[in-house]
Structure formats: structure tokens, C-alpha cells
């Protein structure tokens, strides 16, 4: 069966400093990946997503990049993290086609 | 792109009570609708989908319409339970890849 690994679930980081979250998927091959941000009141905002190895589409301009290195690996990265940086994260996978998405269990940061 | 709006976004109803939560989308070519639910502290999870050739989909207790016409699509949840409460999300697919989710509901069952 298919799993999803987000890592890690909380992280403090001070303004500044770099960051970088990971997410793999088990289970599956040429995974639809994705990066998303949840911030109270705003609902699910799609921040990154890769269809393929080295390729990444970002959807909003922000502080962050994305890069997927593995069929299986996503990364979130920033190296200068912002106040407004803080939030819910969450990396999710599914297939091609209209199927269901799954979401890792997200990873909560603080920038302070 | 697309953009898909959600209301209300706080909805509290009375045990037993149904509930409905609805969802506009701007992209006419939008064809999949799904709706998941994110349950305190959890990673939200696909609870129902339609696809846009079907007008409404039923599973137990909950079920959804989809209006193409007039680009918006519904929630109804009836004989609400307690663990019916979470925050719920629709969204919307105009290709294979890439969804558009709504801001979401938070829904309180009150016993």
C-alpha cells in the first residue's frame, strides 16, 4: 500500500535562518506531488507542485522554493525565512487523472 | 486560474440536524469536485467526489450536487453526528494535476 512520510511535525525556526521540509512517498511510481499551505481562514493553499522529477511548477510568488531530486522525494526550502512564513504545511501525492489526493500530516512552523 | 469560493465558513448545527456547505468555481472547464474533511489535529481526508457528468453522488449520509450551469457545487450532511464535526474543504480540478481548494467550513455539531 501507498504511504506518505512529511517531516518534521513541528518546527521553531527564528527569522533568518534557512529551512527545508522533506516528504517521500512509498508505495507508488511517478507520483503527483504537491505542497501545500494552510493558514487559518484561507483553506488550502497550493503552493508547489511536480509532476515529475525536476520539474516544479509554483503557483504562487513567495519566499520558498520546491525541488524534487527523487521520483519520490519533495522538498520545501527557504533560505531566509520570513515572519509571514509561518503556517501549516502540507505535502500530499496522487496518480494521474481526477483521483483523490493524499495528504502527509503536515508540518507545523513557527517562525519567531 | 481557478478559484473557488466557500460558505460559510463557521456552520453550527443541532445533533440529528442536516448541514450544507456550498462552493462556486470561476473555470467552466473545471471537471472533478472533490470534498474533504479535516478532523482536529488530522491531515485532511477525501470524504466524497463528483465528476462532471453526474449531477449529484450519495454515499450513507452524506452527498453532493453538482450545478455546471451555474458553476457551484454542495455538501449535505444529514442526521449530523458529533463526529461529523471537522473543518470541510471542496475543491476543484480543471486537468489531471492540479486541484483548487475552497477556504473551508468549520462545521460544530452541538448534542
Known amino acids: 500500500s501507498q504511504t506518505i512520510h512529511q517531516w518534521p511535525a513541528t518546527l521553531v525556526q527564528p527569522v533568518g535562518s534557512p529551512l527545508s521540509l522533506e516528504c517521500t512517498v512509498e508505495g507508488t511510481s511517478n507520483p503527483n506531488l504537491y505542497w501545500y499551505r494552510q493558514a487559518a481562514g484561507r483553506g488550502l493553499q497550493l503552493l508547489f507542485y511536480?509532476?515529475?522529477?525536476?520539474?516544479i511548477s509554483s503557483e504562487v510568488p513567495q519566499n520558498l522554493s520546491a525541488s524534487r531530486p527523487q521520483d519520490r522525494q519533495f522538498i520545501l526550502s527557504s533560505k531566509k525565512l520570513l515572519l509571514s512564513d509561518s503556517g501549516f504545511y502540507l505535502c500530499a501525492w496522487k496518480v494521474g487523472g481526477n483521483t483523490e489526493a493524499f495528504f502527509g500530516q503536515g508540518t507545523r512552523l513557527t517562525v519567531v | 486560474g481557478e478559484n473557488v469560493e466557500q460558505h460559510p465558513s463557521t456552520l453550527s448545527v443541532q445533533e440529528g440536524d442536516s448541514a450544507v456547505i456550498k462552493c462556486t468555481y470561476s473555470?467552466?472547464?473545471?471537471?472533478?469536485f472533490p470534498w474533504y474533511k479535516q478532523e482536529l489535529g488530522k491531515r485532511p481526508q477525501l470524504i466524497i467526489d463528483?465528476?462532471?457528468?453526474?449531477g449529484e453522488k450519495k454515499d450513507q449520509r452524506i452527498a453532493v450536487t453538482l450545478n455546471k450551469t451555474a458553476k457551484h457545487f454542495s455538501l449535505h450532511i444529514t442526521e449530523t453526528q458529533p463526529e461529523d464535526s471537522a473543518v470541510y474543504f471542496c475543491?476543484?480540478?480543471?486537468?489531471?494535476?492540479?486541484?483548487?481548494f475552497g477556504a473551508g467550513t468549520t462545521v460544530t455539531v452541538r448534542a
Open positions: 511536480s509532476v515529475g522529477i525536476g520539474q
Open positions: 473555470d467552466s472547464a473545471s471537471n472533478y
Open positions: 475543491a476543484a480540478s480543471i486537468n489531471d494535476y492540479k486541484l483548487s
Open positions: 463528483i465528476r462532471s457528468n453526474v
